[in-house]
């Protein structure tokens, strides 16, 4: 039996188990700070208020337990890798492991440099933070519901980074408030959202096709896009930019950059700007430590950087369990080359835009289906795993 640790139960960590469950030959410990797997990908929705808590966080013990005895869960923070003695150590314990699957992830990057942006700012990637973030939306509009005639002063939100997150949560926010409009009174119009990035354009580095057309979707929308704009502090209620001028706010979300979770080892790790771990080719960072997703720096066929994305983490965690068994009977191994094959961006509503394998475009109604197709089989995966994993669980209390 080889023991397999994989530390990081996000998209990349559970669909390496998926795979490695596969082999009967492992014995495989998911190791996760947090007691649930939070689906970033649905967050707009949450802080939006549309989705609800258990569209957006399942249970890692049941999940586990799904694959019978064969996965074992421990909730708890890794600190500490030893490359040289094949350990892992968490704040409680210290474990082996034969092989090593690093998924740690990345955080919001509240850029020192903007003063105050950690201190007023939200980020979406933890599900605290998008729980305040919704917990502050719902207060606005319950305020404006029972006191529609008092006029509030800054009833702005501000989304810093222009980002697939940072669009996607306007757009939801904004077709929220316009839908409200009707139940609560024409007095929700006051709130404002505004989408602010220093890049020349949204999205920077997707398709025109994908631009333009959210450009005009999130304009139909009300939301006040800012581009070209440089934060340079934040204080209790005002943005400062770097041009002096300043705009007054009621809360900001910030999704303008990530950095990489990374876990201290006894040897030195290359880093890029990121703060991500720069892997062979074959995504290794020692012989049988291996990273995935967002933690890791990815790149495709012409060498480019791919932003990180929960496609390209599922990916990353397939090609590594593939190597891993490959490794193992002594295969000839590949490297790894990640491929995107399309891109959906949700825009309110029913609606949103995308694009599969470079030349189908799509928009409206049915690039929402599609999306939602995508996001749901992925749900649905998850949710099969997770009741096999409850009943078990039920049926080992009553023994
Ligand atoms: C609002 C939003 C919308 C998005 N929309 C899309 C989209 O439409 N399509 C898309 O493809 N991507 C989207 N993304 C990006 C996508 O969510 C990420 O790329 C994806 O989550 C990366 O997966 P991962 O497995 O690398 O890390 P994560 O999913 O972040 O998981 C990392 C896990 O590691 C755990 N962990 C970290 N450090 C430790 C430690 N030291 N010890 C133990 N556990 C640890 C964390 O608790 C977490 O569970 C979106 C992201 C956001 C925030």
């Known amino acids: 039996m080889k023991k397999v ?8 960590g559970l669909r390496a188990i998926e795979h490695l469950a596969k082999n009967k030959d492992f014995s495989i410990t998911l190791f996760d700070m947090n007691s649930y797997h939070y689906l970033q990908t649905e967050a707009y929705g949450y802080i939006a208020g549309r989705f609800d808590l258990h569209d957006v966080a399942l249970d890692l013990q049941n999940w586990c337990l799904g694959f019978d005895n064969k996965v074992k869960f421990v909730q708890d923070e890794v600190t ?9 150590t968490t704040k409680n314990k210290t474990y082996d492991f034969d092989f090593c699957i690093i998924a740690t992830g990345a955080r919001t990057n509240f850029f020192k440099q903007i003063k105050g942006l950690d201190k007023y700012g939200y980020g979406v990637k933890k599900l605290f933070r998008s729980h305040g973030f919704r917990t502050a939306f719902e207060k606005l509009l319950y305020e404006k519901l029972l006191e529609p005639s008092v006029q509030q002063q800054n009833m702005n939100l501000a989304i810093g980074g222009a980002g697939l997150s940072g669009v996607e949560i306007a757009a939801e926010m904004a077709d929220v408030i316009k839908r409200h409009t009707k139940s609560i009174g024409d007095s929700a119009q006051e709130l404002k959202i505004y989408l602010i990035d220093a890049s020349d354009t949204i999205l920077p580095g997707m398709s025109p096709y994908i631009i333009e057309n959210t450009k005009t979707r999130l304009e139909e929308l009300g939301v006040h896009i800012m581009t070209k704009s440089f934060i340079s502090s934040i204080d209790h209620d005002t943005i400062y930019f770097q041009d002096d001028s300043q705009l007054h706010y009621t809360f900001m979300i910030f999704t303008g950059g990530i950095i990489a979770n990374t876990i201290p080892m006894d040897q030195e790790v290359e880093l890029n700007r990121m703060g991500q771990y720069i892997c062979d080719e074959t995504l290794r960072i020692t012989k049988n430590i291996f990273a995935v997703g967002d933690c890791v720096e990815l790149k495709d066929s012409k060498d480019a950087i791919l932003p990180p994305t929960a496609q390209t983490a599922e990916r990353s965690a397939e090609y590594v369990v593939k190597t891993i068994n490959q490794l193992l009977s002594n295969e000839d191994i590949e490297t790894f080359r990640a491929r995107v094959d399309g891109v ?14 470079q030349y189908i475009k799509v928009k409206g109604k049915l690039a929402y289906l599609l999306k939602k197709l995508i996001t749901k089989s992925y749900y649905i995966g998850l949710k099969l795993r997770l009741n096999t994993g409850f009943m078990r669980r039920s049926s080992l209390q009553e023994e």
Do not use: C, W
């Open 5 to 12: 640790a994989v530390i990081g139960g996000g998209y990349g």
């Open 80 to 88: 500490f890798i030893d490359s040289a003695n094949n350990t892992i």
């Open 344 to 357: 959906f961006v949700a825009l309110g509503g029913y609606y949103a835009v995308g694009e599969l394998f």
